[in-house]
């Protein structure tokens, strides 16, 4: 013990920092859960989504196409609106909003719950936290051979 407060000492100015980054660390987590947003983990909205969860995958055609979470309904975040009658039939279902990152759900995710939306999640770090996961992805190419084969 008497090492520590002899390095405290020694060393005010790390130890200023230290506890100026604890504080602005518990601050920042205050306020988001305050805020109401919550991000899970990739293995969490695989709980949610076995759980009747509704994925919104929030990019583009064209990256959706490339690979998408299992039965995601893609809604462009340029064309996305949390007052939308095809999202309101989705209010008594949890739903997970996905992007490239993470950034783009997180807005959309405060968009729904300012909307009444209450079970809605951001997929934190996205369909890339997704993919580094391990967890299953459907391509485009995929989906159509799969069709042809039951056909």
Known sequence: MDKILE????HTVLVLFLMISFFLLIFTELRRKAGGLVAVEPGDAVALINNEGI?????????????????????????????????AK????????VCESGMSSMKAVDALRKSG????????????????????????K??????????
């Open 7 to 10: 390095f405290a000492g020694e």
């Open 90 to 97: 989705l209010k008594n279902k949890p739903i997970i909003a």
């Open 55 to 87: 994925v919104i995958d929030l990019r583009n055609a064209e990256a959706f196409g490339r690979g998408h979470i299992v039965n995601a309904r893609n809604v462009p975040y340029d064309e996305f609106d949390a007052g939308s009658n095809k999202l």
């Open 117 to 140: 939306f209450e079970s809605t999640y951001n997929l934190k770090g996205g369909m890339a936290a997704w993919t580094q996961a391990g967890l299953p992805v459907v391509t485009g």
């Open 142 to 151: 995929k989906t159509k051979s799969k069709t042809k084969n039951k056909a």
